[in-house]
Nanobody, 126 residues
Framework: QVQLRESGGGLVQAGGSLRLSCAAS????????MGWFRQAPGKAREFVAG????????YYADAVKGRFTISRDIAKNTMFLQMDSLNPDDTAVYYC???????????????????WGQGTQVTVSS
């Protein structure tokens, strides 16, 4: 069983930066994949970024490519999302997620993920 807890959300002005953290308790195995999703009011939950826990490539939604960076600290069992050049369209609740199996080509698919955090609010003011 894996438990995920996000932190680092808050209010920031457009053009600013935030760094989200996702601390995992329980065993994250080599083959796990991790992802960040977000959900704005009245909208569906959407993929933001993802990667394998060990090795592999990183994947980003077109809307955040070049502005957001996903990373992880294996020793601390923690995943990060560095968000730069934020704009009001990035306002949402951000969730981290873990998949027990590599989603392959489907990192963007929320149903590939087995574990979810409770979310952290990010608000970008104009």
């Amino acid at each position: 069983q894996v438990q995920l807890r996000e932190s680092g959300g808050g209010l920031v002005q457009a053009g600013g930066s935030l760094r989200l953290s996702c601390a995992a308790s329980g065993q994250i195995f080599t083959g796990y994949a991790m992802g960040w999703f977000r959900q704005a009011p009245g909208k569906a939950r959407e993929f933001v970024a993802g990667r394998r826990w060990i090795g592999g490539s990183t994947y980003y939604a077109d809307a955040v490519k070049g502005r957001f960076t996903i990373s992880r600290d294996i020793a601390k069992n923690t995943m990060f999302l560095q968000m730069d050049s934020l704009n009001p369209d990035d306002t949402a609740v951000y969730y981290c997620a873990a998949a027990a199996n590599d989603p392959g080509s489907y990192y963007y698919n929320r149903y590939q993920y087995d574990y979810w955090g409770q979310g952290t609010q990010v608000t970008v003011s104009s």
